[in-house]
């Protein structure tokens, strides 16, 4: 079992930024795939970014290419996406999960672990 933990959310300028981190505790994660997914009220949860196990392979949804970045630190056991150039739209709780395999996808249905998700709200 993987236990996940987002925290760094918050309430931004339009054009600032935030870092959110995802902190597992259980089993180690570097078996993992990881992802973020945010949902904004009254939309379906979306995929925002993901990252491989080793931290060497990375997708992002194309609204957020070149402003957000996902990193990994497998012996911390955390997942960091920073957030840079954040837009009103950005606006959602953002979620991390982890997947019980190497290769990250877009599909929610094939993630295993969730976190409680962490809200950011970005003022215009």
């Known amino acids: 079992q993987v236990q996940l933990v987002e925290s760094g959310g918050g309430l931004v300028q339009a054009g600032g930024s935030l870092r959110l981190s995802c902190a597992a505790s259980?089993?180690?994660?570097?078996?993992?795939?990881v992802s973020w997914f945010r949902q904004a009220p009254g939309k379906e949860r979306e995929f925002v970014a993901a990252?491989?196990?080793?931290?060497?392979?990375?997708d992002y949804t194309y609204s957020v290419k070149d402003r957000f970045f996902v990193s990994r630190d497998n012996a911390k056991k955390t997942v960091d996406l920073q957030m840079n150039g954040l837009k009103p739209e950005d606006t959602a709780v953002y979620y991390c999960?982890?997947?019980?395999?190497?290769?990250?996808?877009?599909?929610?249905?094939?993630?295993?672990?969730w976190g409680q998700g962490t809200q950011v709200t970005v003022s215009s």
């Open positions: 259980g089993r180690a994660l570097s078996a993992h795939a």
């Open positions: 990252i491989n196990w080793s931290g060497d392979d990375t």
């Open positions: 999960a982890a997947r019980r395999s190497p290769t990250p996808m877009e599909t929610i249905a094939l993630y295993d672990y």
